[in-house]
């Protein structure tokens, strides 16, 4: 059974930064996809990264390149997302979400309905 538990969201100022950690259990990582989503209040769940398999490739949304960065150590069956110059429109449950590695491309790596397995969410708050 896939199991997936987030972590590491918190409260922090603009301009900070937090690493969220999710935590892959009953899958084995080098086949699968990882992607990161956030859903604030009233809108819909926005795609952020994805990392595919051992090493990549990765994917971002353009509101988080240069800011944002996914990544997985080698062996380990946890993928993180490192998010610096947090901003107050980054406020949102950060969900991860798995999916076979095969069935990711650049047309559908950020998209939530190609996702199978889903974690419960780590909020994250950005604010003064």
């Known amino acids: 059974q896939v199991q997936l538990v987030e972590s590491g969201g918190g409260l922090v100022q603009p301009g900070g930064s937090l690493r969220l950690s999710c935590v892959a259990s009953?899958?084995?990582?080098?086949?699968?996809?990882i992607g990161w989503f956030r859903q604030a209040p009233g809108k819909e769940r926005e795609g952020v990264s994805c990392?595919?398999?051992?090493?990549?490739?990765?994917y971002s949304v353009d509101s988080v390149k240069g800011r944002f960065t996914i990544t997985r150590e080698n062996g380990d069956n946890t993928v993180y997302l490192q998010m610096n110059n947090l901003k107050p429109e980054d406020t949102a449950v950060y969900y991860c979400?798995?999916?076979?590695?095969?069935?990711?491309?650049?047309?559908?790596?950020?998209?939530?309905?190609?996702?199978?397995?889903w974690g419960q969410g780590t909020q994250v708050t950005v604010s003064s």
């Open positions: 979400a798995t999916v076979l590695q095969w069935r990711i491309y650049d047309g559908n790596a950020l998209d939530a309905e190609v996702y199978d397995d």
């Open positions: 990392i595919s398999g051992r090493a990549g490739p990765t």
């Open positions: 009953g899958l084995n990582l080098d086949y699968y996809a």
